[in-house]
């Protein structure tokens, strides 16, 4: 499993009109089912006038994705807005719609929800985020040049520093990059506490 994943920094709305019927895509970021979950409550809520709640999210840490057509005919709308989260993790995308009275057929469905959520994202300020391990190591005084050296942002995050009868360096280290890490650490004889 990879340490590198995008997803979206704040919530983005986007609204568009497809034969009288008012599609609105709101696209947020969440970090488990049951942060999805309320956020759904929250959006049905304040839309409660809306003909359909259509959703999908996809989470990094269990490798999860769900949708739902929420009473749309089956495949018309979860799937269609799944697909336009691509490869982003960690989102979940609503499609609140208001009928209008035409009919728009599975196609025209599926091409309004997929479009309407492609819309919001399309708006979403992507940012990168990484799987990090938490590493403290104690640093003799006269090695302190050295342990800074070591800092490579975003592989390798200095995150705190403490001074006194032993200084301790912490750090985030990418999952992929600790073992190589750790061996330099090794080589310059620094103790991992």
Known sequence: MSDHYRTIATRVEHRIKIERSEFLGIAFPVSSEDEFFAELTRIEKQHFDATHHCWAFRLFAEQRSRSSDAGE???TAGKPIL????ELFDVGVVVVRWYG??????????RAYRESASEALRHATLVDRYVYEHIEVIVPFDALGMIYRLV???DIVLTGEQYGDENVFSFD??????????ARLREQRFTLR
């Open 73 to 75: 005919p089956s495949g």
């Open 152 to 154: 490579n942002p975003p």
């Open 101 to 110: 009275g035409i009919k728009l057929g599975t196609g025209g469905l599926s």
């Open 83 to 86: 697909n336009a989260t691509g």
């Open 173 to 182: 280290i990418r999952s992929s990059q600790v073992e190589a890490f750790k």
